[in-house]
């Protein structure tokens, strides 16, 4: 689940400019779960454009729209839309921005509405969204009983907690876990604290340039 929250509005107008007609592409996955770019929002928007003197030629919702097969198939069917448009207002993460940028043929403007924050796991409400892996390219997960240090730890340290440690919380705040003893509680629980003896070297940041591809 990749986390967004909305732009403010006058952001969003103050980017579009002059550009007079939009077509709007929300996301039917991540936005739509975060409310930032379901049918709701996109019809909040469509609206305070429209209030602004900008022509929303159409819309589309693709479920995926970070995958260039579902942004390819919602424009061909909004064909019209699309040609009639001379800017895209993306309601997505970056990725979705990116995927619509790359599938357009006439190379228009994208426009974003969203901040793309984190990549998350959703609680069982479904209402919260909570950061347990940074995608750092170089997992540790193995040693640490699957909780990850490098983005639990407010200093991602790699081998143990820092003397701020207190009462098992951090000291960035005292209603945050501290991430180590997190850890430690769970290699006691696997048998496995052994693991706590690895001294694991400086972090490869090589692993995680940018930007980063592969090919299956």
């Known amino acids: ?13 103050r980017a579009i400019g002059l550009h007079k007609k939009i077509f709007i592409v929300g996301c039917g996955e991540c936005a739509t779960t975060c409310k930032t770019g ?3 929002e996109v019809t909040e928007i469509r609206q305070l454009l429209e209030e602004n003197a900008k022509v929303i030629t159409g819309w589309a919702i693709p479920d995926s729209p970070c995958i260039a097969s579902q942004v390819r198939l919602n424009l061909a069917k909004n064909k019209k839309a699309v040609d009639e448009a001379d800017a895209f207002l993306i309601l ?16 228009r403007p994208v426009f974003i509405g969203c901040n ?8 069982k409400t479904g209402l919260a969204f909570f950061e ?16 990850c240090p490098v983005t ?10 820092c003397g701020g440690s207190d009462k098992g919380k951090c000291e960035v705040g005292k209603d945050r876990d501290c991430a180590w003893i997190l ?7 696997l048998g496995m604290l052994e693991n706590m003896r690895h001294i694991k070297p400086a ?10 591809e592969m090919k299956l």
């Not at 689940?1 to 107008?13: A, D, G, R």
């Not at 997505?92 to 357009?104: F, I, K, P, W």
């Not at 793309?116 to 609680?123: C, I, N």
Request: aromatic share 4%; charged share 25%.
């Open 116 to 123: 793309t924050m984190f990549g998350s796991v959703v609680d």
């Open 183 to 189: 850890i430690y509680n769970r290699l006691k629980e």
């Open 203 to 212: 972090k490869d940041y090589s692993k995680n340039n940018k930007p980063m």
């Open 132 to 147: 347990k892996c940074s995608m750092c390219g170089d997992c540790v997960l193995n040693i640490t009983g699957g909780i």
């Open 92 to 107: 997505a993460c970056g990725l979705g921005v990116q995927s619509v940028l790359d599938n357009d043929r006439a190379k």
């Open 1 to 13: 689940m990749i986390v967004t929250q909305k732009k403010p509005f006058e952001e969003i107008l």
């Open 152 to 161: 639990r730890c407010a200093k991602g340290l790699l081998n143990g907690p």
């Open 38 to 40: 379901g049918e709701r």
